[in-house]
């Protein structure tokens, strides 16, 4: 479920077809900071549980790189034991558009912008 700044996603109703996934539920929580040297970064907290061990995870991407959100999240969520191909972005992808668009929103983000490479992950 997508709110701005909030995105939410479990699958604990377990469908049939997911049943080799983990039961898991984690809300992606995101807004813009302003870093005095940095300028506006994007900084995320993960938090939620896999096979009902708790986790929380924070971390920032620069507004170059923050598009990178989904592969950062997809990473601290496998160290937590989700794993990488059942990652929360995979399914419902059309949330996902409504983060992005959200995000290039709060960034003031246009395609085309450079990225600076030291930022990249």
Known sequence: M???GHLHRDNLDRPDA???IPPFSVDFYYEVRQDPQQGPMLHMRLAGNV??????EEFELHRDVAFNFASV???AAARH???INASPVMRGHDEYDK???DIRAKLHTRPGEPVNLDHVL
């Open 81 to 83: 034991g989700l794993p």
């Open 18 to 20: 997911l049943r080799h």
């Open 2 to 4: 997508f709110t701005p």
């Open 99 to 101: 983060v992005f668009a």
């Open 73 to 75: 999240a997809t990473r």
């Open 51 to 56: 096979r009902g061990k708790p986790f929380e």
